[in-house]
């Protein structure tokens, strides 16, 4: 049976069959999506994400009934067939944060308010049973800025160095990252976010994206959300959501950010090497045009002094994204 013919089937038995359907933008992934519109204008959306390209769509059914519990407003689940990786969800619309913002600016703190009230009511929550990003972990994953990055520039990964950098990262992890773990989306951020202004508190944001969570700091996603790397958050809204979070959960202020520092430098290093791996190996050059940002984060992060024992030997390890550098990883 054909792609095309198991969708076929999965949608008749769940009573769309008949539904028209029109792809929408995908991710970063192998996902891809599709709009289903109805005889009477309804929608749905259909995930599909074929187990051999390394889909599972398990993750996000659970997780959703869990953020839902919780009244966040994740896409409902109409029907689902894991072994073969579809998922017919709930419609959440087009106002993705990013897009609203850019037709009306003068949105922009009142979304990133709604966001980061969602974190605090997300952080107040009973932890799912998720695996967790404890410090070793989260070194290990900084492996893809030496890895992919720093190997497609200069064409070696500094094994040496990428090693050495690890161990006194997941040390510095350690002394930072310290409380009780939370839910973390891991990509929480304004493409992933849309705006639903006829709902009511925290539901006002829809959270789509969040199959990949797992339990963590509570900084974690608030990185996420204020270094983005597809678009400019700008500095006085970041300061002003840090401290809205700090005032609302009465974390100790100087932990936190020395927290938020560390995370940043942690999670923009993945990105780096994420990017670079989206562009040589998948064809999406498009991602590098988002590197500098990326890097600026990373580069900014490295003047906390929680991480002068690595700033200096780090980047000389990475090369900044130059305009020729960033020509090599397009490819």
């Given at each position: 049976?054909?792609?095309?013919?198991?969708?076929?089937?999965?949608?008749?038995?769940?009573?769309?069959?008949?539904?028209?359907?029109?792809?929408?933008?995908?991710?970063?992934?192998?996902?891809?999506?599709?709009?289903?519109?109805?005889?009477?204008?309804?929608?749905?959306?259909?995930?599909?994400?074929?187990?051999?390209?390394?889909?599972?769509?398990?993750?996000?059914?659970?997780?959703?009934?869990?953020?839902?519990?919780?009244?966040?407003?994740?896409?409902?689940?109409?029907?689902?067939?894991?072994?073969?990786?579809?998922?017919?969800?709930?419609?959440?619309?087009?106002?993705?944060?990013?897009?609203?913002?850019?037709?009306?600016?003068?949105?922009?703190?009142?979304?990133?308010?709604?966001?980061?009230?969602?974190?605090?009511?997300?952080?107040?929550?009973?932890?799912?049973?998720?695996?967790?990003?404890?410090?070793?972990?989260?070194?290990?994953?900084?492996?893809?800025?030496?890895?992919?990055?720093?190997?497609?520039?200069?064409?070696?990964?500094?094994?040496?160095?990428?090693?050495?950098?690890?161990?006194?990262?997941?040390?510095?992890?350690?002394?930072?990252?310290?409380?009780?773990?939370?839910?973390?989306?891991?990509?929480?951020?304004?493409?992933?976010?849309?705006?639903?202004?006829?709902?009511?508190?925290?539901?006002?944001?829809?959270?789509?994206?969040?199959?990949?969570?797992?339990?963590?700091?509570?900084?974690?996603?608030?990185?996420?959300?204020?270094?983005?790397?597809?678009?400019?958050?700008?500095?006085?809204?970041?300061?002003?959501?840090?401290?809205?979070?700090?005032?609302?959960?009465?974390?100790?202020?100087?932990?936190?950010?020395r927290a938020y520092a560390v995370t940043g430098v942690q999670r923009n290093m993945r990105i780096l090497g994420i990017?670079?791996?989206?562009?040589?190996?998948?064809?999406?050059?498009?991602?590098?045009?988002?590197?500098?940002?990326?890097?600026?984060?990373?580069?900014?992060?490295?003047?906390?002094?929680?991480?002068?024992?690595?700033?200096?030997?780090?980047?000389?390890?990475?090369?900044?994204p130059t305009a020729e550098v960033l020509e090599r990883l397009r490819g």
């Open positions: 049976m054909s792609r095309q013919d198991e969708i076929s089937t999965f949608l008749s038995a769940a009573g769309h069959g008949a539904w028209s359907a029109a792809p929408l933008a995908g991710d970063a992934s192998a996902r891809r999506y599709q709009r289903l519109i109805g005889p009477e204008g309804q929608s749905a959306v259909l995930m599909d994400w074929p187990p051999e390209e390394g889909g599972d769509t398990a993750p996000f059914a659970r997780l959703a009934e869990y953020l839902r519990d919780l009244g966040v407003s994740a896409p409902e689940t109409y029907a689902q067939d894991h072994e073969r990786g579809l998922l017919l969800i709930e419609d959440l619309g087009d106002a993705l944060f990013t897009s609203v913002i850019a037709q009306d600016p003068a949105q922009e703190r009142v979304l990133y308010e709604a966001a980061t009230d969602l974190l605090i009511h997300l952080h107040r929550a009973p932890v799912p049973d998720l695996d967790p990003l404890g410090p070793r972990v989260m070194a290990e994953m900084t492996a893809l800025a030496f890895t992919e990055y720093r190997q497609t520039i200069i064409g070696n990964a500094g094994d040496a160095a990428r090693a050495r950098f690890e161990d006194r990262f997941e040390d510095i992890l350690r002394q930072s990252l310290t409380g009780d773990m939370v839910f973390v989306h891991r990509d929480f951020h304004a493409q992933n976010l849309l705006w639903l202004p006829a709902r009511t508190g925290i539901a006002k944001v829809g959270v789509i994206d969040f199959q990949d969570a797992k339990v963590g700091h509570p900084v974690y996603d608030l990185v996420s959300l204020l270094q983005d790397a597809r678009r400019d958050v700008p500095a006085g809204i970041e300061l002003q959501m840090i401290n809205r979070y700090i005032a609302a959960t009465g974390v100790d202020e100087a932990a936190f950010h990017f670079a791996r989206l562009s040589l190996q998948f064809g999406k050059p498009h991602y590098i045009d988002l590197i500098p940002r990326v890097w600026a984060h990373f580069a900014r992060g490295l003047n906390h002094p929680a991480l002068a024992l690595v700033a200096e030997e780090l980047l000389e390890a990475l090369p900044a």
